[in-house]
């Protein structure tokens, strides 16, 4: 018992320690005082006396002063590790905390300052430890006591988002700034302080103020173009129903302006089938060359309205060179030779013979310009050459017109190839003309893919280049340049071309003329009786689908714009009506001459398609088809 009694006198002097720094001891002598005096009794009276509970009670108490000893020298141990790592931590923490961007300030509880980092006196002006025992309100005027607590308890509610407020800052000179503030309690025994996280948010409210203004900009932006948008687009529509208007009213003048040419031109051809002396024939050939005159106006101004409202197409189909030169040159051989002039055709060697494109629209290049060339020259010759161009990569053939005409003045060439120009436009001119041949001319040359250009010296005569993308056509083009041969138009008496009396005699032909227009019945009856034709006529469509389903023709030429049913609609219902095998030829004869007109008659069955006015050559190449027929 002694040596327990020893024991814990040793634990009383080795168990002391601090807390707060005030020395704390448990002394143990009262309770070895005790248990020797319940030890040192005579076995009697003892603990071990076997009629005494002492021992029980003795036995408890050694246990408890155990615990209490191991108690004690445990807890000296854990607070002295504790207090090691609080200085561990701090000296790991200040360089945090003296390097940190942000402001970090401790608040008590009365809203004074305790400490703040060198970046939260930096945010707000102060010298370093200006801030200490400083009321926090003083530089966040907006903030109080109770909203420490208030935001506080906002974090301990969400810890993971904390409590974060938008506040104005304000420093020690007065000058405020945009501030965001996160407040946390500090639980410390016997007291409370806030530690409070501050950050300078100027230059984020900056970004988000420019970022705002770019928004509306964009959206202002956005509004703009939208009614941009919307403002082209009916500037569009107008545009597409102007065109559209365009395009009907060009139509529209083609098909009024042909109709009644149709009869000038056709009835002066009527006439050299007549008896006439010499005087009429010669009056019979002069309106025949007003009205030519008069048609090539209307197909300039027309060709000018389709290229100016993009209406006017160009194909690309095998065609003969020399032989389209050599056409031309014929064509216009007459005129050349009241003048006395020579005109001529050379083609170069390198050319080739059979190329692909618009055979049509070079075609009324080439007799603008030689008819031009003629018009302008009255001695020497008009030559018509063509030679392979070596300028370019691709084949491009050169098709020059020559002449040793008036030449055109310097001060003229700069505006000769603008609409409704002529070289003289005195009112003394000896020559006339809408000045719109060259314009077409050159805008057809542009159209194929090539140009048009012109030299010319004063007194000496012009010449004119349309340099043109004419590669050869590969051989199963050429073998498709079978022409029909048609019968040669002679000239009677005083130039008026007429066709010869009985083209239609290897057998007799039978023709129904679909037509409304009396004048224009008159002059395709007439026209085809002198071929040889026994010829119908019909007023509408609905009676050309009567006459067909009970007659037996050979040859349909039908009016596109008639009243009852137009000429599509009936050739609609005609091959409908046809049964296998057979197959009556169509062709419309129509005023209407723009190009969408024609595949428009191809595409509802009709074969061929004849402009108005009508020629006698015309007639014979649909005689020919139906006698292939």
Known sequence: MRAVVGW???????????????????????????????????????????????FAVALAVIVLLAVVCLATRFAGRGRAMAHARRVSLDARAHPILTTMADGVVTIDDAGMISSANPAAERMFGAASGALDGKAFATFVPAFSR????????????????????????????????????????????????????????????????????????????????????????????????GARAKSEFLATMSHELRTPMNGVLGMAQLLTHTPLTAEQAARVNMLRKSGESLLRIINDVL???????????????PFDLPALLEEV???????????????????????PRVVMGDAGRI???????????????????VRITAAASDESKEPVIRLNVDDT?????????ARLFLPFTQGDGSTTRK??????????????????????????????????SVALP????????????TPISLPRLAPLDGGVATVPPRACESRSVRVLVAEDNAINQVVAVSLLAHLGCTVDVAADGREAVRRWSEGSYDLILMDCQMPEMDGFEATRLIRAAEGDGTHIPIVALTANAMADDRSACIDVGMDDHIAKPVTGEALVSALARARRG
């Open 8 to 54: 814990c006198r040793y634990w009383k002097r080795r168990s002391p320690f601090t807390e707060s720094g005030t020395a704390v001891s448990i002394s143990l002598e009262p309770f070895g005082t005790v248990v020797w005096r319940l030890l040192a009794d005579s076995p009697e009276h003892g603990i071990f006396a076997p009629s005494s509970g002492a």
């Open 146 to 241: 109770d909203e420490l607590r208030r935001m506080a308890g906002a974090e301990h509610q969400a810890p993971t988002l904390g409590a974060r407020r938008e506040l104005q800052g304000q420093r020690t000179d007065g000058a405020e700034f945009p501030m965001e503030l996160v407040i946390a309690e500090i639980s410390l025994p016997g007291r409370t302080l806030f530690g409070g996280v501050v950050r300078d948010i100027s230059n984020r409210i900056e970004a988000e103020r420019r970022l705002r203004r770019h928004v509306e900009e964009l959206e202002s932006a956005h509004s703009a173009l939208q009614e941009q948008a919307e403002q082209l687009a009916v500037a569009r529509d107008r545009a597409e129903q």
């Open 303 to 317: 060709d000018f309205s389709k290229i100016e409202a993009g209406k006017l197409s160009i194909e690309s189909q």
């Open 329 to 351: 040159r014929e064509t216009l051989a007459a005129a050349a030779d009241v003048v006395g002039l020579i005109l001529s055709v050379e083609v170069d060697p390198r050319c």
């Open 363 to 381: 075609r009324q290049v080439l007799l603008n310009l030689v008819g031009n060339a003629i018009k302008f020259t009255d001695r020497g010759y």
């Open 405 to 413: 005409g008036i030449g055109i003045a310097p001060q003229a060439l």
């Open 431 to 464: 020559h006339g003309g809408t000045g719109l041949g060259l314009v077409i001319s050159r805008r057809l040359a542009e159209m194929m893919g090539g140009s048009l250009t012109v030299s010319s010296t004063l007194g000496e005569g012009s010449s004119f």
């Open 470 to 481: 004419l590669p050869a056509a590969p051989s199963k083009g050429r073998s498709a340049l």
